[in-house]
């Protein structure tokens, strides 16, 4: 386990023993509180995923996710007429999210995992990959595949790696929202996965060829999180 998914494992346990705790003194009535909003609700998941992305360092993702979650608690501390003036700037949402993904653009090592170099101080090949709406459908022939990262929005993508070959290190981060993602991977690469599915799924068909087919040191890592959308890995 990494250093990331090692901080993300014991931030969450030592909040759900902090929070577990609070809520036993609570029933026995040794502590009086309540919640000054609604926070049993469907926007815990993108404060989750949120929070999640920050601790394992993928910023783009942690940024969206929770400040799609605060524009929506924040009606909960206001009254009826603010409220009525706060959603009519819903449109800056949509500003906020482009202007962070166009940053990301002209700024690729914003959310970028550490990246190996050559000797000549070269980037291996990497995948930057953005769906919103839309599909791609993408070749890689690289012999020294390092991952990269994926996101797609009510879109999808298809990514061909069945010519490539992994680098020393290779890890691929995705951020599936509503859309969904095909990856095709020669049948030996040893698939580590690490992505949270949140109403959604993720599916090898490594089921479908014996043990001795995978080679353990070809380790090609998948991290991020799947909100109601998919992920099938296809191995050829």
């Known amino acids: 386990?990494?250093?990331?998914?090692?901080?993300?494992?014991?931030?969450?346990?030592?909040?759900?023993?902090?929070?577990?705790?609070?809520?036993?003194?609570?029933?026995?009535?040794?502590?009086?509180?309540?919640?000054?909003?609604?926070?049993?609700?469907?926007?815990?998941?993108?404060?989750?995923?949120?929070?999640?992305?920050?601790?394992?360092?993928?910023?783009?993702?942690?940024?969206?996710?929770?400040?799609?979650?605060?524009?929506?608690?924040?009606?909960?501390?206001?009254?009826?007429?603010q409220v009525k003036v706060y959603f009519k700037l819903w449109p800056l949402l949509l500003v906020g999210i482009g202007g962070l993904i166009m940053y990301r653009y002209f700024n690729p090592k914003f959310d970028a995992p550490a990246r190996l170099l050559k000797a000549d101080g070269s980037d291996f090949d990497y995948l930057s990959e953005t769906n919103i709406m839309g599909g791609s459908n993408k070749k890689v022939f690289s012999k020294k595949f390092e991952g990269g990262q994926i996101n797609c929005v009510m879109g999808g993508a298809q990514i061909d790696l069945t010519e490539a070959d992994l680098a020393q290190k290779s890890a691929l981060n995705i951020f599936i929202l509503m859309g969904g993602l095909e990856l095709r991977i020669p049948k030996d690469w040893n698939v580590h996965l690490d992505a949270l599915p949140i109403m959604g799924g993720i599916e090898d068909q490594i089921t479908k060829f014996p043990e001795s087919v995978v080679n353990p040191d070809k380790k090609f890592y998948i991290t991020g999180n799947i909100v109601m959308g998919g992920v099938e890995i296809k191995r050829y």
């Open 1 to 81: 386990m990494n250093t990331s998914n090692k901080n993300s494992v014991f931030f969450w346990s030592i909040l759900l023993v902090t929070l577990g705790g609070i809520f036993l003194l609570r029933n026995f009535g040794l502590l009086d509180f309540h919640f000054p909003v609604k926070i049993w609700s469907w926007r815990l998941i993108p404060l989750i995923i949120g929070i999640n992305a920050f601790l394992k360092g993928k910023n783009m993702e942690g940024v969206i996710a929770i400040t799609i979650a605060v524009a929506f608690y924040i009606p909960d501390f206001l009254t009826q007429e």
